[in-house]
């Protein structure tokens, strides 16, 4: 339960009061292969957001209360990341995160498939999102004080899809769709379910 307390009490409101900070989602694992527990999303105005100086010293000012609760972690995947393509009307309340190495090295091919792929998936009945993101190796990789005598961190994301839909079952199908299209390659497939929004002020959480 301390995890919880943290995370809606301070961590959340913490990260939404940065400048350029617009949302935060949390969510929670809704079967036993999804691995982390947990996914959250943080979504800002542009990515020079991740790279401020206000970010930055956020980051390397970690409370007591935080340093307590990320020594549970285990397995965290963390990567600051570039929304190379985004499709449909808005949040679902179940989201699926697909995790992949693209079978091309040419980024420009890679991006101009797959974004035609994104679009394609919003044809799915009961899809409301579907997402290409990229991390930035650079941005990803640098330590600050919130990293200091960590070891829960895995290897961040390279490329991946987020895939927002209505109902657990109505992510099956663009799933699927994704997982064979000939670039994705090694994919790792979470399947999450929303729990908590939180954006700028608590009265306007939704």
Same mark, same amino acid.
């Given at each position: 339960? @301390?995890? =919880?307390?943290?995370?809606?009490?301070?961590?959340?409101?913490?990260?939404? @009061?940065?400048?350029? !900070?617009?949302?935060?989602?949390? =969510?929670?694992?809704? @079967?036993? $292969?999804?691995?982390? $527990? !947990? !996914?959250?999303? =943080? $979504? %800002?105005?542009?990515? @020079? %957001?991740?790279?401020?100086?206000?970010y930055a010293n956020r980051l390397n000012s970690p409370t007591p209360w935080t340093r307590r609760a990320v020594a549970h972690f285990l397995n965290t995947s963390r990567g600051l990341a570039r929304v190379l393509s985004t499709k449909g009307p808005g949040p679902g309340g179940v989201l699926a995160t697909i995790r992949f190495h693209p079978a091309t090295r040419d980024y420009d091919e890679t991006v101009e498939d797959l974004s035609s792929l994104v679009s394609n998936l919003m044809e799915f009945p009961l899809i409301t999102g579907a997402h290409l993101c990229k991390s930035d190796e650079q941005a990803t990789g640098i330590r600050t004080a919130e990293h200091e005598g960590r070891t829960d961190y895995d290897a961040p994301p390279n490329w991946f899809i987020l895939v927002e839909t209505c109902t657990p079952e109505s992510l099956e199908a663009p799933i699927q769709a994704v997982l064979e299209h000939p670039i994705v390659r090694n994919a790792i497939v979470g399947r999450y379910a929303a729990e908590y929004t939180r954006l700028k002020t608590a009265s306007s959480a939704g």
């Open positions: 339960m @301390d995890f =919880y307390q943290w995370h809606i009490n301070e961590h959340m409101p913490e990260r939404t @009061d940065i400048t350029g !900070f617009l949302r935060g989602r949390r =969510y929670k694992a809704i @079967d036993s $292969e999804t691995h982390p $527990e !947990f !996914f959250t999303l =943080y $979504e %800002v105005e542009n990515f @020079d %957001v991740l790279v401020s100086e206000n």
